[in-house]
DNA sequence: TATATTTGGTTAAACGATTAATTATTCTTT
DNA sequence: AAAGAATAATTAATCGTTTAACCAAATATA
């Protein structure tokens, strides 16, 4: 492999020093600093020589690596392929790269990648935080680390993050299946004890008994570990367990979860809006393909990732953290906003 | 924020000079270099102060980075997504970083995205090339920069590539579609000029001619970028102009244009299976939620992430890069091998 | 005893880019 | 004509790490 061209080797060619030449790549060239006839010659010596800045150099003398690290829970999950792709499209915008890992929803990884990035001397960076990844997290605060956590957070951080108003989301969508009549509507959510999935919940809950439906037997939650046996097991006991009165509804709380359940209710023969009313949280291609297509709430993807750039962004270059919650608005696929009362 | 911790910060904490505490935070303290209680000494201060090693400094004094650049033509495609997901975890087990990027099948971002990924000091480069991408590419190839190609290829470029089959796999599509008694199969494809699509098109239009089926006016090309009105108008053709005989059975040569393909069937009211025998290129969430599940080429996507990181691995570490072609062979989701005749 | 060898370190240069400080030249201005 | 200002460049230090080359003391070898 050929060696590289660098500043030096331009500088040689044109006979000139190290300094110019940078000067004059970096456009700091008018203000009186270099000739006219200097700088063109200059640019046109590294047009001909193919140069490539070397990042890693510029980066370690400058402090700063132009590049921010995002961690999601899981790249091959829609949702976050969506967020991951917005991300960097936005981010390249200002002329950052994007680093994408994931955790696949482990703590130790979490940590484990965290300690990469930062020796990759990401200047910043996006969180899909884990379960537990609370303490690796506030290390991070304490330090002052630009940061921002995306779509789930943890209340007691002073930080910033971006999420949406997940029990609003989730009261419309459970008013969506009362709507249609429903009066046993089971929830299937995940364990994990993060704020996002419990405002979920709350939501269901709260709606439920508001509307004097409400019956703990009919909250399901799934182990994201065993997220296609829980779901079996779950769905089994609801429908085919003696004891139990069939359930006429079910709102699935992410879109694994529906994925799933949606494949074990087609395998056991149960027929979506014929013998069950569905809603989900997030999209999925599925969705709409299916016999009936099924209805779910829409996260507001590409302003999701857009702002939780700007966030991240304002604080890199500003050096200093404010932080901020913001949160953002889910509708119903059948187009109701979501916050509306 | 606080200053990071250097090997410098170490030394002068130990009171011992920069190059031993490298040495032993290497490894490097076995072959009688440092003392058994100064590297232990070393490694406890290490650790408290939570030292963290700069990449951007170790890549520029090493001429190497341990970040592999990947770009895939969209991540939002869970095809993609997949392959990104297994390459990442597999060149982690390597020590080996990924950055991912997309070129949404344009050429000029491809151009674009090079550099970045070049200036980044990427060790080596796993890249889905785009249609006209190839002098960019040739560019790599003369400077002998560490390469594969993943899922497409240039056929006149002497490189590596990782691949599937696709003839075989279309043709054992196309019989399968054939062994459903469908008489007239269409197939949509897309309009890219590169070999992995041509060798569908052609799996396809050999499998008809041996069964006395071909006919020109059942191949329909689709635009990338006009996917969602080309596939209605084509679709519209076949199935609603008088002229045309409908046709029995599809094949779809990507998820992509399945899933744009099946949505507009299910508008339209055409049922898969009972109105017409579907079959498509990957898998979608989709498929096997519908009414009736769709059969799919399923290509092996964890294998051909890891055998894309094998094989750049090898070349940058052996620093010598011999072409070579990996082909692997797809299967029906129904379990026949494709390449079985 | 004189000489190798091992053990346990240190020094200093290098990677490539940036930039404050400095120098040298030419042009204005009074 | 002399001083000041503007122009056009250079020098050298720096970021954090690695590593070849060097050195000194202790130990082994003949």
Known sequence: MKKRISIKTIAQEVGVS??????????????????????????????????????????????????????????????????????????????????????????AKLVKILDVLISHQVDGLIVVPTEHGKPAIEELVK??????????????????????????ASKSA????????????????????????????????????????????????INYISIDADIKTELDDLFFNEKNEKPDGIFFATNSIALHGLRY?????????????????????????MESPVPCVLQPIPEMGKLAVDVLINQIVKGVITPSKVELFAKLSSDNPVNAS
């Not at 829609?78 to 917005?86: D, K, Q, S, T, Y």
């Not at 009549?181 to 008994?209: N, V």
Request: net charge positive.
């Open 265 to 289: 209710l087609f395998e056991r023969g149960i027929k979506v809006s014929k013998d069950i009313e569905v809603i989900c949280f997030d999209k999925s291609d599925a969705f709409d393909l």
């Open 174 to 221: 459970v008013r969506y299946l009362i709507n249609k009549k429903c009066k046993r509507i089971a929830l299937f959510s995940y364990t994990i004890d993060l704020p996002h999935m419990q405002e979920r919940k709350r939501g269901y809950a709260d709606t439920m008994k508001k509307a004097g439906l409400f019956n703990e037997g009919l909250i399901k939650d």
């Open 18 to 107: 190290n300094a110019t030449v940078s000067l004059v790549l970096n456009n700091k060239d008018k203000e009186g600093r270099v000739s006219r006839e200097m700088a063109g010659k200059i640019r046109k010596v590294a047009k001909d020589l193919n140069y490539e800045p070397n990042h890693l150099a510029r980066g370690l003398r400058m402090g700063k690596s132009q590049t921010i690290g995002l961690i999601v829970a899981d790249i091959s999950n829609p949702f976050f392929a969506n967020l991951a792709f917005h991300i960097q499209e936005y981010a390249e915008k200002f002329g950052y790269s994007v680093i994408i890992t994931n955790t696949n929803e482990s703590d």
């Open 143 to 168: 330090k002052n680390f630009p940061l921002v956590l995306l779509d789930r957070w943890y209340p007691e951080l002073q930080t910033c993050y971006v999420v949406i108003d997940n029990y609003q």
